[in-house]
């Protein structure tokens, strides 16, 4: 039995919202435009980056408008960490026998890079980000990218939002697990397993 897990990054694994949300409004007051609450920023951040800010802004204006935001990002960077019990949660999953993907709407490039300055890259059989395929999570051609080669008998996705759920749910092998505090949310309810953090997590794996 061949199991795969498809790991989301952002507010998963690491704690990154505080850097995102900073980047966001500069990017958006930089252009004129009015600041996003948190919540706002966080409703946003179930698509691509590429995608969002060309809804933002349209294609004329997205290349500019994602250099101000990545030049942000960078300088907030040092505020991303692991979330509690991330390493022990990564280490039961390799040691039970799942296949380990990243897969995130985050650019590749920068995923791996923070992974890897992380020091958590060696846990994952496979980082697939935004840019490495022309589709987008959650989409099931990205899906089939992430999970291409590995043919797996039982596929889990496990995130903070409703685009891991829905990744789990492109295969009929497939469930969503949602880690998240707000466990009655309309998300909660689609998910086949909720837990409120890594720690029940890793019981359950």
Known sequence: MTKLILWDWDNTLVDTFGAIFAAQNVMRQ???????T?????????????????????EEKAAEAREVYLNAYAKSAS?????????????KA???GYINVLASNKAGSILRNEAHTLNVDHYFDRIIGA???????????????????YNPTEIISIGDGKADIQMGHNYANGKGILISP??????????????????????YL
């Open 38 to 58: 948190k919540e706002e920023s966080a409703a946003a951040m179930n698509k691509s980056g590429r995608n969002l800010i060309k809804d933002i802004f349209g």
């Open 182 to 203: 707000n466990t009655t949310s309309e998300t909660a309810l689609s998910a086949e397993e909720v837990f409120t953090d890594l720690f029940q997590l890793e019981a």
């Open 30 to 36: 930089t252009f004129g435009l009015a600041p996003w």
């Open 79 to 91: 505020q991303i960490s692991l979330k509690p019990n991330a390493i022990p949660v990564l280490e």
């Open 94 to 96: 390799k040691a039970n």
């Open 131 to 149: 840019e490495d395929t022309s589709n987008d999570k959650p989409s099931k051609p990205f899906t089939d990218a992430a999970i291409e080669g």
